[in-house]
């Protein structure tokens, strides 16, 4: 199991943009919360390597235009990698043993889980970029209650990965990550197959639609859109059973 090349020597984009939201905290954990906290449809954002990031955040508020209640949790505790840690294979390595590992992270999703429930969300949706989708892998196997994951552009995904998962998944890869689709096609028996969806964005790179994304260029901007647009699609459909 380990990280796209790309992923290990590829710096994020300077971004800049003025949140809708606002950080808080659950318990001891600081998070990003945007959207109302009336709407019944919760969305759990997982970041990917490199943290809070302006394009995570941007991404979260657009969620929360569109009717979700959103929870951009800090998983990694205001210790994301940076760019002194690309192109050390072994800082990588050491990432999803430890800070990284579903181990600790399950603990965080937990907290978040509780803070939706607590606020009388009734539909949970998962979101997870990079070395996230690995988590929303494997959240969508071990915890009860989710009524669905998207992975974009994912790392570390493994064979049988999405064969365990119980609820609908939806699979955005970009040019750099592997074919999914003897993955994806192992769901088929599932009873909520045809709730998912996989589209490969082979014109763009592994993060484009994360913290290495231009989206001050027009075409990863349209992009990134696009992949927003079936996000929101997917979580509408999932979230409103």
Same mark, same amino acid.
């Given at each position: 199991? %380990? ?17 809708? @939201?606002?950080?808080?905290?659950? &318990?001891?954990? #600081? ?33 929360? #235009? ?8 800090? $998983?990694?505790? @205001? ?13 990588? %390595? ?40 690995? *988590? ?5 196997? #071990? ?5 669905? @994951? ?5 790392? $570390?995904?493994?064979?049988?990965? *999405? ?16 074919? =999914?689709?003897?993955? =994806? ?7 909520? =197959?045809?709730?998912?969806? *996989? #589209?490969?964005?082979?014109? *763009?790179?592994?993060?484009?639609? &994360?913290?290495?994304?231009?989206? &001050? ?18 979580? %509408? ?5």
């Amino acid at each position: 199991m %380990s990280f796209p090349e790309v992923c290990c020597n590829t710096p994020p984009v300077k971004a800049t943009y003025i949140a809708k @939201g606002a950080r808080n905290t659950i &318990g001891d954990l #600081e998070c990003y919360f945007s959207g109302s906290k009336d709407s019944k449809r919760g969305i759990l954002v997982n970041y990917d390597v490199f943290g809070f990031h302006a394009n995570v955040i941007q991404l979260c508020d657009i969620l929360a #235009e569109m009717g979700f209640y959103v929870v951009l949790p800090d $998983l990694l505790r @205001g210790k994301p990698l940076t760019e002194a840690d690309l192109g050390k294979p072994d800082v990588f %390595s050491s990432f999803t043993q430890n800070a990284g590992s579903w181990a600790v992270i399950k603990q965080e999703y937990a907290k978040v889980l509780g803070h939706f429930k607590d606020n009388g969300v009734t539909a949970v949706g998962v979101i997870g970029f990079c070395w996230g989708g690995k *988590m929303v892998i494997t959240a969508l196997s #071990e915890l009860e209650g989710l009524a669905g @994951g998207a992975i974009v552009h994912p790392a $570390l995904i493994e064979t049988g990965d *999405m064969a365990k998962v119980n609820a609908p998944l939806m699979v955005l890869p970009s040019q750099n990550e592997p074919d =999914f689709t003897a993955e =994806f096609d192992s769901m088929k028996d599932k009873p909520f =197959f045809s709730e998912c969806y *996989m #589209e490969r964005f082979d014109d *763009m790179f592994h993060g484009f639609c &994360g913290a290495r994304g231009d989206w &001050g260029n027009a075409e990863q901007a349209k992009r990134a859109n696009d992949a927003i647009k079936l996000l929101v699609g997917f979580f %509408s459909r999932v979230l409103s059973k």
